[in-house]
């Protein structure tokens, strides 16, 4: 005579393993396609970075001397502001090669990425090291001894 189930009957472990086998199959095929999908079809935030008018006040034009530099930030992303004899320059703080956050050499009147020894000049072209490309650039404003990063 078969044995009848009852619902006070333990699982047994073979049982057990297969449904949390299974379980987790599931969650990395919906966590693995999630994440591809993802990456197929950005949120708008992400294609519209860096776009539209929205600029960043950085401070008084005093507090940057000459030859010097200083990183804030601008829509969410770092961006180092320059001080050269041709005037004020603003680029992406973010290294093209695996974005380390750059800094500015006073001795040198470079910028300087400490990750991998590249310098760039004071127009955001690569100068040395692995970087495959320049830093892209911001246009900066002065207006009424303000220093303005962004904008149209």
Same mark, same amino acid.
């Given at each position: 005579?078969?044995?009848?189930?009852?619902?006070?009957?333990?699982?047994?472990?073979?049982?057990? +393993?297969?449904? +949390?086998?299974?379980?987790? #199959?599931?969650?990395?095929? %919906?966590? %693995?396609?999630?994440?591809?999908?993802?990456?197929?079809?950005?949120?708008? !935030?992400?294609?519209?970075?860096?776009?539209?008018?929205?600029?960043?006040?950085?401070?008084?034009?005093?507090?940057?001397?000459?030859?010097?530099?200083?990183? #804030?930030? @601008?829509?969410?992303?770092?961006?180092?502001?320059? @001080?050269?004899?041709?005037?004020?320059? !603003?680029?992406?703080?973010?290294?093209? @090669? #695996?974005?380390? +956050?750059?800094?500015?050499?006073?001795?040198?009147?470079?910028?300087?990425?400490?990750?991998?020894?590249?310098?760039?000049?004071?127009?955001?072209? #690569?100068?040395?090291?692995?970087?495959?490309?320049? +830093?892209?650039?911001?246009?900066?404003?002065?207006?009424?001894?303000?220093?303005?990063?962004?904008?149209?």
């Amino acid at each position: 005579m078969p044995e009848e189930t009852s619902a006070s009957t333990p699982m047994k472990r073979r049982d057990f +393993l297969n449904w +949390l086998i299974g379980g987790s #199959v599931i969650a990395t095929v %919906v966590g %693995v396609g999630s994440s591809m999908l993802s990456y197929l079809w950005p949120t708008k !935030a992400a294609t519209t970075k860096g776009v539209g008018t929205e600029r960043t006040e950085v401070g008084a034009a005093g507090d940057i001397p000459e030859g010097k530099g200083k990183i #804030v930030v @601008h829509q969410d992303q770092p961006v180092i502001v320059i @001080h050269t004899k041709e005037g004020f320059a !603003a680029f992406s703080a973010a290294c093209t @090669h #695996v974005a380390c +956050l750059v800094t500015w050499d006073e001795t040198k009147q470079q910028i300087f990425c400490p990750c991998h020894g590249a310098y760039f000049d004071t127009k955001g072209n #690569v100068l040395a090291g692995p970087p495959p490309r320049p +830093l892209p650039a911001f246009t900066v404003t002065v207006v009424n001894d303000k220093i303005y990063i962004g904008g149209a």
